[in-house]
């Protein structure tokens, strides 16, 4: 197998600038919001204000005044059910939602679409539509939604997918290999805790938004900040019977939110209703309340271990809040256990399933980490809770117990996502280095030697380390393809589906062609995201872009090159084992050279005439886990039980990372949203069901200076699936700041937080009761 | 009504809307570049500099500007070139999504003319305002110190 050291990179391993980075630090007008169309509607949607409610009359008539173009009830857009989870096809989601509906399901639930001259007249005119509700009992608390006779929250007819709806329950899992119950009493030591993590918000910097409208020639087309153009025009076409083209600008960050439909159903059904082009852009209280968030969840955890430091049994047994839709129910829950328990693979027996519910709720989605950050936060803390039960550290439990390259976990086969998974064999996982050699970097031992509590300045400070593993890709689900175009000018157009959020896919893939191609990235002109013009990509999630188009862009790039060389060796008369590639020419072993330039002038006007041009598709059969040691110092404030992160080191096995630079960039950013979701983020909901956290005032994420430093290293390590070497490296750091975290202030104050975000003031009354 | 705006060095007379704020004025006549993060005054993505100050035009009356000096993430650089704040944080990583990046830039800005050196401690307390959800901020304080330095170095 081909290791790092085979590898000869010019291009791929090395920090280029990102292809959109000029455009974005100018300021250019690249995002959604930035395109004006002549014409457009400005549409506003009116919201339930209750959290249950049959709408039982709805009068548009007063509110039709001069400027509004149409006011859409459901009585007037198509009654088809989907989901507006942008998944492969069949989706795992349930159908349960309507693009307007007669029964509101949370407050923020759609009610009507107006659409105006402009945004005050389309304000004015929402305020004059009469809607009369009959307001139903509601579950507001998740951990009640099965309760007997609980309010049915989904019991519309048309309902599928949904594992029992008369019952709240979106989706129902469960496996177990071994007997974890009778494995528990053979262990020297047994921990059973439950722990919750929240519905935390995605707040991406750009709020929800699209815009439609007719092409010259009728096209519908709809302009979107999406993460899934593909699986959007496939749902737009499901709603509305229409053909489409889908077109993804830049993204202002999406981290999952933008993985599921919002405002495109609601511009199309103004545009097929008055021909005119619509444009919507979500509020930030909007974006907040009447989007996604994180599944918010409760895990019991149970596991159990022998003197000697050996991991016997492992369970977690969860429920999840998927809100008042079930986009993601079933997936993201099961990626709770996927994706974390294979960690520890040398357990006798382990096991995981529980329920999915409706409720009152926000609806929940997909959400950067999908389900492992809930899985990984109970499963770490126990885990760390049993090494100090034990009597041995807990970075060396962890790494005694965990996964080894040439090994496998069962559970790979057992649990996809949403149906069964599929073998794999771990070829890169370079866990020990991310260990041993994070230890020393972050300074583990001496740290811990260190007194934990001044009491004469009543500050702790506490040492805490997190494992983690993630996926690349939906083995055997997800395709990506990649188109390229060899131009007279010597450069390349590389069109890819895949769908850069801000991550800087667009710059590593050109990175990967490049590399193949033996030229620049300046040479590699890059379209994405464009459903009329490039080939088709599953879209930006489950941490697939770099492993999976980027895969499907080194197959097109070699493709390439065995074109270019064909054509070469018929222009320069020479065998094509003769002919190699280098710097933008062709060389013959004898010498002689034709530039990328003068081959494709040639094959335009005078020589065997062709374009040259290559789609290629790629499909993974595996999911190489990145895996992730994370380390965290915390200062606790004794009088207040405030946490501050001094330093968060990551230490990280991502394979070939494509670009450092934006690879260390996906693990700070990861990071500093594991520590929001760790600490601050925080959603209040009144007794009748309204966010009122519902603004950056109120929803606090970190700011500047919130968080001490964030370190990332990157270990030695080689993919041999992955391009070049790469594996995922998106996701991941969002799993490990909970548990990270929550183990050092274990570690400080032998106080166990088992709820994210840990509240300062929860702390204080622990700190207090404890009397420190 | 009527107002007179000096934006980027040119003097443009614009009708608004009693009420209108300068976030949509500025939005509406082109200059897409000031972002609409948040409504709140949370976010600082619409920052913009009202004679040399950061300032957020999602709280401010355009009215309230008449015959000012308005400059906007459009005025810092051209065609041809970029600012030593711009290839810094290139350089660095950031700028990811790019939404937040015109205000951080604007408030960049002010802060190297008043503090040609500051600490990192500086940077974060300057910038606190401008909010970012990729970064986590380690890649932008090293770009605004390294742009510092050489801007100082100039």
Redesign the interface.
Known sequence: MKTLAQEKLNVVNTPVEKVDGKALVRGKPVFTDDFDIPNTLTVKILRSPYAHAIIKSIDTSAAMIEGVACILTYKDVPHVIYTRAGQGYPEPSPYDTFVLDRKVRYVGDGVAIVAAENEIIAERAMKLIKVEYEVLPAVLDFEHAMDEGAPVIHDEAEITGAYDPKHNIAAHYEMEIGNVEEELKKCDYVVDEVYYTPNQSHAMMEPHGAISYFDPNGRLTVITSTQVPFHARRILKRIFGVNCRVIKPRIGGGFGGKQALHVEPYVVAVTLKTGRPAKCIYSREETMTASNTRHAMRFRARAGAMKDGTLRALELWGLSNTGAYGEHALTVFMVGGSKTLPLYNKVKAVKFGGDVVYSNTEPAGAFRGYGAPQGTFPLDSILDTLAHKIGIDPLEFKLKNSIREGETSPIFKIMGEGREGVDQIINSCKIEECAIEGAKEFGWYEKRKRPRIDQKRRIAHGYGVAFAMQGSSIPAIDMGGATIKMNDDGTFNLLVGATDLGTGSDTILAQIAAEVLHTKVEKIIVYSSDTDMTPFDKGAYASSTTYVSGNAVKIAAEKMKEEIIKAASEIMNKPVYALELDEDKVISDDGDTLSFSDLQTKLFYTFNQRQLEVTESFVSEVSPPPYLVSFAEVEIDLETGKVKVVDFLNYIDCGVPINPVLARGQVEGASAQGIGMALFEDHVMDKNGRLVTNDFFTYKIPARGDIGSIQVRFAKSYEPTGPFGAKSVSEIGLDTPGPAIANAIFDALGIRMRRLPIRSEDLFFEIKKKGL | MKVNLKINDKVQSVEI?PGETLLETLRRIGY?????????A??G?CTVQIDGRPVLSCTTFTAAVDGHDVR???GF?DENS?SDI?KA?????G????????GL?ITSEALLRENPDPTEQEV??Y??G????????????RAIIKAAKERRSK
């Open positions: 809307e897409k570049g000031v972002k609409h993060g948040c409504s709140t949370s976010c993505a906007t993430i459009e650089s970029l711009q944080i290139l350089e660095e990583g700028s990811q999504c790019g939404f937040c990046i015109p830039i974060i307390d910038l606190k401008n909010l970012c959800r990729c970064t986590g901020y380690e890649s932008q304080t």
